[in-house]
T-cell receptor, first 114, second 118 residues
Framework: AQKVTQAQTEISVVEKEDVTLDCVYE???????LFWYKQPPSGELVFLIR??????QNEISGRYSWNFQKSTSSFNFTITASQVVDSAVYFC???????????FGTGTRLTIIP | DGGITQSPKYLFRKEGQNVTLSCEQN?????MYWYRQDPGQGLRLIYY???????QKGDIAEGYSVSREKKESFPLTVTSAQKNPTAFYLC?????????????????FGDGTRLSIL
C-alpha cells in the first residue's frame, strides 16, 4: 500500500522568509511518481510538479524548489522569499506506473503574514 | 479557455434526497475523476473513468453513483445511502487513461462543489 505523510498541518511565516514543506512517502513500487499541488482559497487544485522515481535531480522553478531524496523517501518543497500569494494548502501525492489513483497526503496549510 | 467546470458551487441536500453534481471538461481528456475532501483528511478518490461508458470504484464509492455517457461529462450522484455527505467535492481530468503518472501534467481540477446537509 502507498502512503504519503505531511506531518506539518499548519505553518505560518512572515513574508519574505523561506519555508520548507515536508513530504514523506511509502511505496513498494520501483517506478512511481510524486506530485505537489497547491490549493488556494478558491478551492481548485493547481498542479506544481511531477517527479518520477528515477529522476532525483532537484528542481527549481522561480522561487519554488523541490528536493527529492529516495534514501529518506522524501520529496520536500521549499518556497524562497515567500509572498502573501503563496498562502494556500499544499498537497503532496503519490502514484505508481499505470495506476489511475493518486494517494494524497493530508496537506499543509501555509499562511504568509504580511 | 479549456478547463473543468463544476456546478453548482454550493449545494444543499435534505435528508433522504439524492443530489447530482455536474462536471464538464473541454480539454478532450480521456480520464475523469471524482474526489472528496474533508478537513484534515486530504483528498480521497470516489470514482474514476478512463473511457466513455466505463468507470471504476475508488476508495470510498459507497453511497455514490456516476455515469460517463459523453467524454466531456462525468456527473456524480450523492445518494441517500451516503450518510455523511457534507464535504467538498472535486472533479479532475487527465489526458490519458493509462495512469495518472503517464502525462507530465496528469490531472486538472475544477473549482469544486461544497455540499451541505439541511
Amino acid at each position: 500500500a502507498q502512503k504519503v505523510t505531511q506531518a506539518q498541518t499548519e505553518i505560518s511565516v512572515v513574508e519574505k522568509e523561506d519555508v520548507t514543506l515536508d513530504c514523506v512517502y511509502e511505496t513498494r513500487d520501483t517506478t512511481y511518481y510524486l506530485f505537489w499541488y497547491k490549493q488556494p482559497p478558491s478551492g481548485e487544485l493547481v498542479f506544481l510538479i511531477r517527479r518520477n522515481s528515477f529522476d532525483e535531480q532537484n528542481e527549481i522553478s522561480g522561487r519554488y524548489s523541490w528536493n527529492f531524496q529516495k534514501s529518506t523517501s522524501s520529496f520536500n518543497f521549499t518556497i524562497t522569499a515567500s509572498q502573501v500569494v503563496d498562502s494556500a494548502v499544499y498537497f503532496c501525492a503519490l502514484t505508481y506506473l499505470g495506476n489511475e489513483k493518486l494517494t494524497f497526503g493530508t496537506g499543509t496549510r501555509l499562511t504568509i503574514i504580511p | 479557455d479549456g478547463g473543468i467546470t463544476q456546478s453548482p458551487k454550493y449545494l444543499f441536500r435534505k435528508e433522504g434526497q439524492n443530489v447530482t453534481l455536474s462536471c464538464e471538461q473541454n480539454l478532450n481528456h480521456d480520464a475523469m475523476y471524482w474526489y472528496r475532501q474533508d478537513p484534515g483528511q486530504g483528498l480521497r478518490l470516489i470514482y474514476y473513468s478512463q473511457i466513455v461508458n466505463d468507470f471504476q470504484k475508488g476508495d470510498i464509492a459507497e453511497g455514490y453513483s456516476v455515469s460517463r455517457e459523453k467524454k466531456e461529462s462525468f456527473p456524480l450522484t450523492v445518494t441517500s445511502a451516503q450518510k455523511n455527505p457534507t464535504a467538498f467535492y472535486l472533479c479532475a481530468s487527465s489526458p490519458s487513461g493509462q495512469g495518472v503518472g503517464y502525462s507530465n501534467q496528469p490531472q486538472h481540477f475544477g473549482d469544486g462543489t461544497r455540499l451541505s446537509i439541511l
